[in-house]
C-alpha cells in the first residue's frame, strides 16, 4: 500500500471547530490513526453512519479515531447549521466519534485539511462504477458534473492516517465502512 507523508504539524496544527463551536486542532489525535469522512445527512450514502460508528467502537480502544467533517458541497446534501447537524447525528444515528463545523472540501472555499488531503493522496481506491452513476444523476438532475481528481468525489469519502501522520489509504465514497479492505488497512494502522 502506498504511504504518503504529508508534515505532521501542518496536519496536526491546521485550525478547526469542533460541531459545538470550539476552535481546536487535531494535536489531541497525534499518534493515533485517523479515519477522516466528509459527511451529510441529506445523502444517499447518509446511513454509512451506523457502520462508522460500529467501525468506531470496534477500534476505539485499540486507538483508532473517527472524524467526522460536515459537506455541503454536493447537491446541497449537508443543509443544516452545524447545531442541526449535531442534533441529527445523535438521534437519527447515534454517532459517538468527534464530529467537526460544517466546511468545504472541494471548490475555492475548500478548507485547508482537505487541501492536504487531496493533494496528499490524490487517487481513491475504487468501489464500483460510482464516477459514472453520479455523472447519469447530475445530468439528469441539473448538478455539475462530478469532480475530478484529486478533489473529493461525493460525501463520505475516506482518507486514513496513520500514527506517523502518513497518509495510509483514500476509499472512494461508495465502499461501505465496513468493507474487508477498509478493516484490513485500519488494523494495519494500528499494528504500524
Known amino acids: 500500500m502506498r504511504r504518503y507523508n504529508i508534515p505532521m504539524a501542518t496536519l496536526y496544527d491546521i485550525p478547526l471547530t469542533t460541531i459545538t463551536g470550539t476552535p481546536t486542532t487535531l494535536a489531541e489525535y497525534t499518534g493515533r490513526p485517523l479515519l477522516i469522512v466528509n459527511v451529510a445527512s ?9 457502520a462508522l460508528e ?18 455541503n458541497d454536493f447537491a446541497g446534501q449537508e443543509p443544516g447549521t452545524n ?11 447515534p454517532v459517538t466519534f468527534p464530529l467537526f463545523a460544517k466546511i468545504a472540501v472541494t471548490g475555492p ?16 481506491i475504487p468501489f464500483g462504477p460510482w464516477r459514472e452513476g453520479l455523472a447519469k444523476f447530475a445530468a439528469a438532475h441539473g448538478f455539475p458534473p462530478p469532480t475530478e481528481a484529486p478533489d473529493v468525489l461525493w460525501n463520505f469519502e475516506k482518507f486514513l492516517i496513520g500514527r506517523d501522520g502518513a497518509i495510509v489509504a483514500r476509499f472512494a465514497p461508495d465502499m461501505p465502512p465496513n468493507d474487508p479492505r477498509i478493516a484490513a488497512a485500519i488494523e494495519q494502522a494500528l499494528t504500524a
Open 54 to 71: 460500529a467501525l468506531y467502537q470496534q477500534y476505539k480502544d485499540k486507538g483508532l479515531v473517527i472524524l467526522g467533517f460536515p459537506a
Open 42 to 50: 441529506k445523502c444517499g450514502l447518509t446511513p454509512q453512519y451506523t
Open 109 to 124: 472555499q475548500q478548507h485547508p485539511l482537505y487541501h492536504l488531503l487531496t493533494t496528499g493522496y490524490p487517487e481513491a
Open 83 to 93: 447545531e442541526e447537524i449535531a442534533t441529527f447525528c445523535s438521534t437519527e444515528y
